[in-house]
């Protein structure tokens, strides 16, 4: 990690230390001290989940972010101080082709799990948007088909883990209050889901792929957050 990296983590560190009463850690050992790997949570508090992680993963992370937060104030500069990856998604509203964007989001997600093949960490966020809700809502398949991809790009060495954190507030909104960030052990995939995808495989069954390793993040996910039907039962 070089210096600048340390101190934007640092600072970012105090300010979410001075927001929050107390910001517990638990589940370190999960985290390998080498290799690549994907960190996958929820994402109910905006702006918060990724600096949670950010400021206390033991490991450098590095993120993928929507490229219109890039033209905020500062927040921009911090971004690509960290050297956080602009990803244009498909969706997306703006000029241009629509195929354009999609080639843009392609290519920004190749430059990002190259990072992770070749042994740096990420983290994504597969439900896309923040939300409200006390639980996961629907997820991408994103967070699938990158994991697939960084392996397609590995040149040896152990495979890329994925690791579920649970993020965990008791008044997420309120200042002086509680969080809690929790790293689980690596997903144990099946044989199935642990294939790395081949030119020669049919597209649909690399598709069948992607939607189980989805349902499985999905199914960990919803576990390691506790996920309720109500905020009022979240309580650290």
């Not at 392996?151 to 495979?159: E, I, P």
């Not at 144990?188 to 597209?203: G, K, V």
Request: glycine content about 8%.
């Amino acid at each position: 990690m070089d210096s600048a990296t340390r101190h934007i983590v640092g600072l970012v560190r105090f300010l979410l230390h001075r927001f929050f009463r107390r910001v517990e850690v638990t589940g370190l050992e999960h985290v390998p001290a080498e290799g690549g790997g994907i960190l996958v949570s929820w994402h109910p508090n905006g702006l918060v989940d990724p600096a949670l992680i950010l400021a206390h993963c033991p490991r450098r992370v590095v993120f993928g972010a929507r490229h219109g937060l890039f033209a905020w104030p500062v927040l921009g500069q911090v971004m690509r101080a960290l050297g956080t990856v602009p990803i244009v998604r498909p969706q997306d509203d703006g000029d241009g082709d629509p195929e354009a964007r999609r080639r843009a989001n392609e290519a920004a997600l190749d430059a990002l799990a190259l990072q992770v093949a070749e042994g740096s960490f990420s983290c994504l966020f597969p439900e896309g948007d923040s939300h409200d809700a006390p639980h996961p809502i629907r997820l991408r398949t994103g967070a699938a088909r990158f994991y697939y991809r960084a392996r397609q790009l590995q040149r040896g060495g152990a495979d890329p883990v994925i690791i579920p954190v649970g993020l965990h507030y008791d008044a997420k909104h309120a200042f002086r209050s509680n969080a809690l960030v929790a790293f689980h052990p690596p997903i144990r995939l099946s044989d199935f889901l642990a294939r790395s995808p081949t030119a020669t495989e049919p597209p649909d069954r690399h598709q069948q792929r992607v939607r189980k390793l989805t349902g499985e993040i999905d199914r960990v996910l919803r576990e390691v957050v506790h996920a309720t039907e109500s905020w009022e039962v979240h309580h650290l």
